[in-house]
Each structure stands twice: as structure tokens, then as C-alpha cells.
């Protein structure tokens, strides 16, 4: 039987300068053959024994959300062709380039959408026996953070074969970038929605609870996000109609933002007993009333949001009867979502526009006593 290879995660960060030189996504055969080589050689010189392993890298750039998701596919998929190559195959160091514009496997193309980014990502494995393995894994945590610069002759093909500036770059093992990650989202308030991706990426069998920053509760389990609905979130807050139509807005700009980098995580955002589809969420909150007038579907606009919530009822002559509300995580989600809404309360998809989060005396969302026109 063949010995177990394990698996020691690396990756090569560049940075780009802050104007956004260009930058390929990927790199053909040869020139990941020859980075390999570049790569191997660097990384000689912090782990002993490293000939003794399998070195294996994939030619193509990713920004980090790319690679931190649930299971690690992108390394996942690395390994898994890392193993096959024969051993012994020039000299144990294995490239994966892209052949006629496409990589050997549709895990390793770098998504266009999250192309652009300040820092890119080229995934490296060290596959090696257990005994060896553990001593390159230490070495890689010990050495790489302080002292894994790339050396002089591999920036320098970087710069002449790219055909663009770099300001840095450095190895790092898979912690690292964990750690990385962590900080920037961190310092930039999002250290809520780290603690549920780390969750995610290290965790995955076991639950998660935290709070975003302005107070919304989500739960991570089994692979996905759920958000407490924001009516009950709302119902919590004080102050004067303006102070909560401005805390209402805030979360929504939240929830929009923590849904935009979940799904480029993977990680599927929903609401709890809520329902959801591309870029769009909802919450039910009662039936329609057959005494009543046809449902009618109103568009809250905010400021810097543009259409934010879209709330569904029964207009009644005094209070009205609130259906559901809906949330567009984008623009683009807006028609999306006032189409399901109609279909599901059965009332037209135009939308009464409001000017401003329309709020009740008791300070929860609303919408007219009585349609717009």
C-alpha cells in the first residue's frame, strides 16, 4: 500500500500597486512549470526535507474569498490532481497551468467578479509523507509569516513575465492567510461575519451564534447563515421616528453588505422562517384577510440605499394589514423580488413608491392606510 500523503496548504500572495495595474488570471503550462521551479526554490530554503515532498502549484490568481470556502475546493481539487502526477515527475514539482485559455478543472478558474482586488493569490500544496509532514507544517508556520519574502529572482519574473508592478511578494501558509483575513475584516467592523465564515471554513459541524455590529443576531449551522428577521430586530430599538428610520437603513446597508460577502464566500445568507432567493430576502408575517381590498406592494426608498425594503398589504381604511416585507440585496434583485412578492400575495408587481421607511406610531415599518392610487 502506498504511503498517506498529507497535505501542507501555501499560497503565494502578490500585492499590486494601489492603481490597479493589470493582471492575468491565469497562467499557461510553461510559465506555472517555471514559477513552480522559482517557488520551489525559495521555499527550500525554510523547510528541510521539502525535496523529499511533492511541491505543486496552481497557475492561476484568486482574490481570498476565493479560497476561504467551506471545504477549501480550490486546494481540494490541487490535491486531488497534485496526487495523481507519478512520483518522480520533474523532480516531484507539478504546475497546473491553462491549456487553450481554460485550467484543467473548472475549481481552479479564478471567478471575473472577484477579480481586481489589491492582493492575488496563487495556491501552492506540499504533499508529504506523515513524518515529514509534520516537520515541514511547522516549519511553514514558524518561518513563513516572518521571513517568506520570495526571493529577488522570482518577483523578478513576476514583474518581466506579468507585465505589471508588484509592491510585495510573500508566502504564507493557509493559517496565515486565516489570520490575515481575520484582521482586515476585523478592522474594518466585520469581525461578526469573520467569526461565522471561520465557523464555516474550520468548524463546520458545529454551530455558531454571534452579533453584527449594530445588534442583528446570526447563526451559523449545516453550511449556512441565518439572519434574525429585521422587524423583530427593529422592535428593539429606541428612540424617535428618525433615530429608528436611520438605525433601519444602517441594517439594511449591513445586511446587504454581510450578504454580498457570504455569497462570495458561499456561504447562503437566509432569514430565520424567512424566505430568499438570488439577491433577494423576505419575511412573512401574516395571511391576507379575504374581507379586505387586494394586496398592494409599496417601495420604501432611503437614502444612499435606494429602493430598500418593499412591504406588502391590505390597505384597511385605518391600519393597514402587513403581509410581508422584502429586502433587495442589489439593484439588480429589486424586479426579482416584486415579482415573487406578487406572485405569492397576488397583487401587481408596480410598485406605490414611498419617500422615506415608513414607520407607524409604535415605531415598526408600515405602509399607507389607503393605496397610493
Same mark, same amino acid.
Given at each position: 500500500?502506498?504511503?498517506?500523503?498529507?497535505?501542507?496548504? #501555501?499560497?503565494?500572495?502578490?500585492?499590486?500597486?494601489?492603481?490597479?495595474?493589470?493582471?492575468?488570471?491565469?497562467?499557461?503550462?510553461?510559465?506555472?512549470?517555471?514559477?513552480?521551479?522559482?517557488?520551489?526554490?525559495?521555499?527550500?530554503?525554510?523547510? $528541510?526535507?521539502?525535496?523529499? +515532498?511533492?511541491?505543486?502549484?496552481?497557475?492561476?490568481?484568486?482574490?481570498? #474569498?476565493?479560497?476561504?470556502?467551506?471545504?477549501?475546493? #480550490?486546494?481540494?481539487?490541487?490535491?486531488?490532481?497534485?496526487?495523481? #502526477?507519478?512520483?518522480?515527475?520533474?523532480?516531484?514539482?507539478? +504546475?497546473?497551468?491553462?491549456?487553450?485559455?481554460?485550467?484543467? +478543472?473548472?475549481?481552479?478558474?479564478?471567478?471575473?467578479?472577484?477579480?481586481?482586488?489589491?492582493?492575488?493569490?496563487?495556491?501552492?500544496?506540499?504533499?508529504?509523507?506523515?513524518?515529514?509532514?509534520?516537520?515541514?507544517?511547522?516549519?511553514?508556520?514558524?518561518?513563513?509569516?516572518?521571513?517568506?519574502?520570495?526571493?529577488?529572482?522570482?518577483?523578478?519574473?513576476?514583474?518581466?513575465?506579468?507585465?505589471?508592478?508588484?509592491?510585495? +511578494?510573500?508566502?504564507?501558509?493557509?493559517?496565515?492567510?486565516?489570520?490575515?483575513?481575520?484582521?482586515?475584516?476585523?478592522?474594518?467592523?466585520?469581525?461578526?461575519?469573520?467569526?461565522?465564515?471561520?465557523?464555516?471554513?474550520?468548524?463546520?459541524?458545529?454551530?455558531?451564534?454571534?452579533?453584527?455590529?449594530?445588534?442583528?443576531?446570526?447563526?451559523?449551522?449545516?453550511?449556512?447563515?441565518?439572519?434574525?428577521?429585521?422587524?423583530?430586530?427593529?422592535?428593539?430599538?429606541?428612540?424617535?421616528?428618525?433615530?429608528?428610520?436611520?438605525?433601519?437603513?444602517?441594517?439594511?446597508?449591513?445586511?446587504?453588505?454581510?450578504?454580498?460577502?457570504?455569497?462570495?464566500?458561499?456561504?447562503?445568507?437566509?432569514?430565520?422562517?424567512?424566505?430568499?432567493?438570488?439577491?433577494?430576502?423576505?419575511?412573512?408575517?401574516?395571511?391576507?384577510?379575504?374581507?379586505?381590498?387586494?394586496?398592494?406592494?409599496?417601495?420604501?426608498?432611503?437614502?444612499?440605499?435606494?429602493?430598500?425594503?418593499?412591504?406588502?398589504?391590505? $390597505?384597511?381604511?385605518?391600519?393597514?394589514?402587513?403581509?410581508?416585507?422584502?429586502?433587495?440585496?442589489?439593484?439588480?434583485?429589486?424586479?426579482?423580488?416584486?415579482?415573487?412578492?406578487?406572485?405569492?400575495?397576488?397583487?401587481?408587481?408596480?410598485?406605490?413608491?414611498?419617500?422615506?421607511?415608513?414607520?407607524?406610531?409604535?415605531?415598526?415599518?408600515?405602509?399607507?392606510?389607503?393605496?397610493?392610487?
Amino acid at each position: 500500500m502506498a504511503p498517506q500523503l498529507i497535505a501542507l496548504p #501555501v499560497v503565494l500572495a502578490v500585492e499590486l500597486p494601489a492603481d490597479g495595474a493589470a493582471w492575468p488570471a491565469t497562467l499557461s503550462r510553461d510559465d506555472a512549470a517555471e514559477l513552480a521551479s522559482l517557488i520551489a526554490t525559495d521555499l527550500r530554503q525554510w523547510l $528541510p526535507g521539502l525535496e523529499q +515532498a511533492r511541491l505543486a502549484i496552481c497557475g492561476a490568481w484568486f482574490d481570498s #474569498v476565493e479560497l476561504l470556502r467551506p471545504g477549501f475546493p #480550490v486546494w481540494a481539487t490541487l490535491d486531488e490532481l497534485a496526487r495523481r #502526477v507519478p512520483r518522480g515527475h520533474l523532480e516531484n514539482i507539478v +504546475a497546473f497551468g491553462s491549456h487553450e485559455g481554460r485550467m484543467p +478543472a473548472p475549481t481552479l478558474e479564478p471567478d471575473p467578479a472577484c477579480a481586481g482586488g489589491p492582493m492575488r493569490l496563487l495556491p501552492i500544496t506540499i504533499l508529504a509523507e506523515e513524518a515529514l509532514a509534520d516537520s515541514l507544517s511547522g516549519a511553514l508556520e514558524r518561518e513563513l509569516m516572518n521571513r517568506g519574502e520570495a526571493g529577488a529572482t522570482t518577483a523578478d519574473w513576476l514583474i518581466r513575465t506579468l507585465g505589471a508592478p508588484l509592491q510585495h +511578494a510573500r508566502y504564507m501558509s493557509r493559517n496565515d492567510l486565516l489570520a490575515l483575513t481575520c484582521v482586515q475584516y476585523e478592522n474594518v467592523n466585520l469581525g461578526a461575519l469573520w467569526t461565522l465564515v471561520e465557523a464555516a471554513l474550520l468548524t463546520p459541524y458545529r454551530p455558531e451564534q454571534t452579533l453584527s455590529a449594530r445588534g442583528l443576531k446570526l447563526d451559523y449551522a449545516e453550511g449556512r447563515v441565518e439572519a434574525e428577521r429585521p422587524s423583530q430586530w427593529l422592535a428593539r430599538q429606541s428612540g424617535d421616528a428618525g433615530a429608528r428610520r436611520h438605525a433601519l437603513g444602517g441594517l439594511v446597508f449591513e445586511l446587504r453588505q454581510y450578504a454580498a460577502l457570504l455569497a462570495a464566500h458561499a456561504l447562503p445568507l437566509q432569514l430565520q422562517q424567512g424566505r430568499g432567493g438570488e439577491g433577494w430576502l423576505y419575511e412573512p408575517l401574516a395571511d391576507a384577510i379575504p374581507a379586505l381590498g387586494a394586496p398592494v406592494l409599496y417601495g420604501h426608498q432611503a437614502p444612499g440605499l435606494g429602493m430598500a425594503v418593499l412591504t406588502v398589504a391590505q $390597505p384597511s381604511g385605518g391600519q393597514p394589514h402587513i403581509l410581508a416585507h422584502g429586502y433587495p440585496l442589489s439593484s439588480q434583485a429589486l424586479l426579482p423580488l416584486a415579482m415573487a412578492l406578487a406572485e405569492r400575495y397576488g397583487c401587481s408587481p408596480e410598485l406605490q413608491r414611498l419617500d422615506g421607511l415608513l414607520l407607524d406610531q409604535d415605531g415598526h415599518l408600515t405602509a399607507p392606510a389607503a393605496a397610493l392610487h
